[in-house]
């Protein structure tokens, strides 16, 4: 799909990954609607690329955000919230929200953007999952939850969107691993091992532009990442016992 004049929501355009995709969408000419709860972050990436504002707090399930965006070409589902420590551990209203905010505001959205991509035959749907969506991660069982579910969802929709020569509506699961990101500090605990080194943000938004150009299902950033993916797919009694002797 062409990136240039086409109309692109992105949430969580207010930080990070998100803010990222919408300076390399812009650059590559690119509308941006560009939804977010900080508002003078938003202001900022907005003055960096003439998108339009659209602020949101995505865990309120009236948010009409899908109305006020109008026509909407590309989505670029980024908005999350993390939480690590032990589920037991987990105070009420917790889990209830990251399954709100990661998981069905996302699903919404599509839902109600969906038909005019449809009538318009024209469209690419982009869900900024997780490796921890792939594999699990000890300590964050609902925020992998959230990303498995977002991983399943875009599974699937590919089988009901297909691409008809070129044209039809897209659908691609990006699958970051670490990213140097707020996200961290945000979700009260830092990120603070040497490997796997985290990736700069720009790096998951190039890989973003050219999924919707060039109609990638899967994007793994880093491009490694797809090896202890595939492991945990063929194998995964030796993943577990690998990942437990390796995770702190
Ligand atoms: N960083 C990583 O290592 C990593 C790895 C894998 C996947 N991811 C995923 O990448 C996505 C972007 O994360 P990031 O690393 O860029 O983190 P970030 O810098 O903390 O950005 C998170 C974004 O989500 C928005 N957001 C959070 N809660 C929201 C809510 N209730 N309503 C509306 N917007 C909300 C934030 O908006 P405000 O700031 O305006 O509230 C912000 O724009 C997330 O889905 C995350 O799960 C991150």
Redesign the pocket.
């Known amino acids: 799909m062409r990136l240039a004049g086409a109309r692109v929501l992105v949430?969580?355009?207010?930080?990070?990954?998100?803010?990222?995709t919408a300076l390399e969408l812009s650059a590559r000419g690119a509308r941006l609607v560009l939804?977010?709860?900080?508002?003078e972050?938003?202001a900022d990436v907005a003055a960096r690329t003439g998108g339009e504002m659209l602020?949101?707090?995505?865990?309120?399930p009236s948010?009409d955000l899908a109305v006020r965006a109008g026509r909407v070409d590309v989505l670029v589902?980024?908005?999350?919230?993390?939480w690590s420590g032990p589920l037991a551990r987990m105070s009420g209203g917790t889990a209830e929200?990251m399954i709100?905010?990661?998981l069905t505001?996302h699903v919404q959205l599509t839902r109600l953007l969906l038909p005019g991509m449809l009538e318009r035959g024209r469209g690419h749907l982009v869900y900024?999952?997780?490796?921890?969506g792939v594999v699990g991660v000890r300590e964050e069982a609902v925020?992998a939850a959230?990303?498995a579910g977002l991983l399943a969802f875009a599974e699937s929709l590919r089988y009901e969107l297909p691409a008809v020569d070129g044209n039809g509506v897209g659908v691609t699961a990006?699958?970051?691993?670490?990213?140097?990101?707020?996200?961290?500090?945000?979700?009260g605990r830092p990120?603070t091992r040497r490997r796997p080194a985290?990736?700069a943000?720009e790096r998951?938004a190039r890989a973003i532009a050219v999924a919707v150009e060039r109609d990638r299902a899967e994007v793994y950033v880093p491009a490694w990442l797809r090896l202890p993916a595939r492991l945990h797919g063929a194998a995964p009694g030796a993943f577990r016992v690998l990942a437990r002797r390796f995770s702190p």
């Open positions: 949430t969580g355009a207010s930080s990070g990954i998100g803010a990222a939804s977010g709860r900080d508002q972050a938003l602020p949101a707090d995505l865990s309120d948010a589902a980024c908005a999350g919230e993390g929200r709100a905010v990661n505001a900024v999952a997780s490796i921890a925020y959230t990303k990006v699958v970051p691993g670490v990213v140097d990101t707020p996200f961290f500090a945000r979700r990120y985290p990736v943000p998951v």
